[in-house]
């Protein structure tokens, strides 16, 4: 999967912006794997759908091999870590926010860079 990248612009120093991002994605079940004065970095799973859960059912009752292979082509693929990247940068008036994510996390982020004050 290919990582996005959304950028803002704030009036808040960069301590601020690092620390408010610990305390908002470890709420939204993110877990906060190294943290920096100006980086924070996260680490999340991808919601499985479950269409993926029933095709991997169906097929464990039709017949063990089939079920064994869409187990490993759908679950076990899309239940690996992604990782969520935020990084600061002073900048004059504010700080740069830098925000590295996985596609199912977008809405999220948004949500956070919507809550931070524009300079």
Not at 28 to 37: A, D, I, L
Request: one cysteine or more.
């Amino acid at each position: 999967m290919a990582d996005t990248i959304l950028n803002q612009t704030t009036s808040l120093p960069f301590e601020e912006v690092i620390v408010r991002s610990v305390q908002f994605f470890s709420t939204e079940k993110w877990r906060v794997t190294s943290q920096t004065g100006r980086a924070a970095t996260f680490e999340g799973r991808l919601p499985i759908p479950w269409i993926h859960v029933l095709f991997t059912i169906v097929g464990f009752i039709f017949c063990v091999i089939p079920g064994i292979i869409l187990y490993i082509m759908l679950i076990r693929k899309a239940y690996r870590f992604q990782n969520l990247v935020v990084t600061a940068n002073p900048v004059p008036g504010g700080t740069d926010v830098s925000i590295t994510h996985p596609a199912h996390a977008g809405k999220l982020v948004a949500k956070f860079l919507g809550a931070l004050p524009k300079p």
